[in-house]
């Protein structure tokens, strides 16, 4: 009895499997979320690396040296989120990844409606300037808002099901369970 004891204060110590169903099925779902959001982003910006530039520059927040190689890499990194995330490798670096580049885009956001520049925030492809009453601030905030919550979620709990983290970790008994 005393060893069970001892034993399982080490296992929940170590961050075993204790954590409840539902708290890794809400991480599965936050996982595969921002890897939707991530794989849709960088695709809708890949194909045109001149509108990914437009976009950035539209911000006027970087030097314009600087200018089109974010355009440009910008995409790549989204794709590589979405990818992480996706097959649930790394998820807790990719998670702190996404939410560093969440708070980046609502200050960005935040910066250019506080300067009263209007325009497109090109997250998903397009952007540059737009007329001001064509412009969502406080909806692109709010929605970047909740992707930074389930960025939040993952750096809380990152053990979410199928997950290459967990199966590399955990070895074949992770494999058997389906636990990721």
């Known amino acids: 009895m005393v060893v069970q004891e001892a034993s399982g204060r080490r296992a929940r110590a170590a961050g075993s499997r ?17 890897a939707v959001v ?44 979405a ?39 090109g997250c998903f492809g397009g952007g540059g300037a737009v007329a001001a009453s064509h412009t969502a601030y406080w909806q692109e905030i709010l929605r970047d808002c909740g992707f930074l919550l389930l960025a939040g979620w993952l750096l809380w709990r990152p053990r979410t099901f199928l997950a290459a983290d967990s199966l590399l970790a955990d070895g074949p008994s992770a494999r058997r369970s389906g636990w990721a």
Do not use: H, M, N
């Not at 982003?41 to 509108?51: T, V």
């Not at 990818?83 to 960005?108: D, E, K, N």
């Open 83 to 121: 990818l992480l995330l996706l097959v649930g490798f790394g998820t807790r670096i990719a998670a702190a990844l996404s939410a560093v580049l969440f708070l980046v885009y609502i200050g960005s956001i935040a910066s250019v409606w506080a300067r009263g520049i209007s325009i497109d925030c």
């Open 38 to 81: 991530w794989a849709w982003a960088g695709l809708a910006k890949i194909d045109d690396p001149a509108a990914a530039e437009q976009a950035v520059r539209a911000y006027r927040l970087l030097p314009e040296a600087l200018v089109p190689a974010f355009g440009f890499g910008l995409p790549f990194l989204e794709l590589a989120l």
């Open 18 to 34: 204790t954590e409840p169903g539902w708290s890794v099925g809400i991480g599965t779902a936050a996982r595969l979320g921002l």
